[in-house]
């Protein structure tokens, strides 16, 4: 059952319900810190916002052409989810790639799989800050976890570096100021060992604490 705005506004000045445990007008009855509403939020509206202006950015750029620069939609699309582009790699060396043409509408197999690692990408982008802004306490098997998706994020932030400067060794894009994929490609490679070694630093510095 949905609230009105009204019956919203009489049981909060009555301090009967909490307006931060609420979606879409509808109580949730979320503890802080629970996985919900604060969770959703980056979690869902991130990959779904991302992959639609990917899509229009793919659009826009048309089918590759060999005998011309690559559109600045394009290397744009490229760098703002640079991690995704390793989703690819399976429809141009992997069992996929023999699949040629448009699949759906003007998008082939690597674009689709391009626009997949983009929702994952950006799901796990949402879901980091969700969990900074409700951050909870990893013990045990789960900080086995986190130390090796983080050790994961180290070897991403590795490739993407080396993405970043490939570009910007290429002539073809570098003397002509298509620099974009690179510039974003490279700030990619920062957040992500930034954020890599400051977990793993908590990490080891929570392992010595708790052993002594």
Not at 21 to 47: I, T, Y
Request: proline share 4%.
């Amino acid at each position: 059952m949905f609230l009105t705005g009204g019956e919203l506004r009489t049981l909060r000045a009555a301090g009967a319900v909490r307006t931060d445990n609420f979606l879409f007008g509808r109580p949730c009855n979320l503890r802080a810190g629970s996985f919900g509403v604060h969770e959703l939020r980056f979690a869902v509206v991130l990959p779904a916002v991302q992959v639609v202006v990917a899509a229009i950015l793919l659009h826009s750029a048309g089918a590759p052409n060999p005998g011309r620069l690559l559109p600045h939609a394009l290397l744009i699309c490229h760098g703002l989810n640079a991690p995704a582009l390793l989703s690819r790699i399976p429809g141009r060396f992997g069992p996929l790639s023999w699949v040629m043409g448009s699949i759906v509408m003007d998008f082939g197999m690597e674009d689709l799989l391009f626009l997949l690692g983009i929702i994952v990408t950006w799901y796990f982008v949402g879901r980091a800050m969700d969990r900074y802004r409700t951050p909870n306490g990893t013990k045990g098997s789960g900080r086995i976890l986190t130390t090796l998706a983080h050790i994961f994020l180290l070897a991403v932030a590795g490739l993407m570096l080396v993405f970043g400067l490939h570009d910007f060794g290429d002539s073809s894009l570098y003397l002509f100021g298509r620099l974009e994929r690179g510039v974003l490609a490279l700030a990619w490679s920062a957040a992500l060992f930034f954020v890599s070694v400051r977990a793993l630093t908590r990490v080891i510095r929570s392992s010595v604490c708790g052993s002594v």
